[in-house]
């Protein structure tokens, strides 16, 4: 099945710094690709997504880029604010069968 | 609406005993996904349903694990002789076709 690794597993910026999450996954089929924020205790949130066929979305201040050639996908939030502050996953998708990266817990510093 | 659901919330079980699990998936939602989420990890997939279907279930870490969803709806997982290692948040999420999964509230199931 589909391997999705995704670095780094922690990060700390600065509030209004920008942070940047990489994942990579293995296989070319993959065609959708998914950002979940999960805040203590809470169950994962969907906050973004991309499709195979986009290389860049935007929403606000989070965007999401997909390098199908080199089979890896970065998530960038920008001016990041202290709310920001969760672990965040990436997942790829093999038509509904949806894989997760092991996270990456963002602090963001006031 | 109703998101997804799942019950209980908490469960405390001894070693040895069985365990269920339920979830409600959102009305409609086609596929249906059980992930296991250690305490500080990221959701270990389990396995997946289309409908009624069961398609991947590789996920699943031994036989004592069995996952059902008969009637394309509400889904159980079911643990046989529960070990300790078995202690997690047991996650479900279910999706439309071809888009991002909505996560219930998770099960956290503690085996004593």
């Known amino acids: 099945g589909e391997n999705v690794e995704q670095h780094p597993s922690t990060l700390s910026v600065q509030e209004g710094d920008s942070a940047v999450i990489k994942c990579t996954y293995s296989d070319s089929a993959s065609n959708y690709f998914p950002w979940y924020k999960q805040e203590l205790g809470k169950r994962p949130q969907l906050i973004i997504d991309i499709r195979s066929n986009v290389g860049e979305k935007k929403d606000q201040r989070i965007a999401v880029t997909l390098n199908k050639t080199a089979k890896h996908f970065s998530l960038h939030i920008t001016e990041t604010q202290p709310e920001d502050s969760a672990v965040y996953f990436c997942a790829a998708s093999i038509l509904d069968d949806m894989r997760f990266g092991a996270g990456t817990r963002l602090t963001v510093k006031p | 609406g109703a998101g997804v659901s799942q019950s209980p919330r908490y469960k405390v079980a001894k070693r040895g005993q069985d365990v269920a699990l339920r979830c409600d998936p959102i009305s409609g939602h086609v596929s249906l996904f059980w992930y296991q989420q250690a305490l500080g990890q990221g959701p270990e997939f389990l396995t997946y349903?289309?409908?009624?279907?069961?398609?991947?279930k590789s996920g699943l870490p031994s036989d004592r694990f069995f996952a059902e969803r008969p009637e394309g709806s509400v889904s159980t997982l079911k643990i046989q002789r529960t070990q300790q290692e078995d202690s997690a948040v047991y996650l479900c999420?279910?999706?439309?076709?071809?888009?991002?999964?909505?996560f219930g509230p998770g099960t956290r199931l503690t085996v004593l």
């Open positions: 999420a279910s999706s439309p076709p071809g888009q991002g999964g909505f």
């Open positions: 349903f289309q409908n009624e279907a069961q398609l991947d």
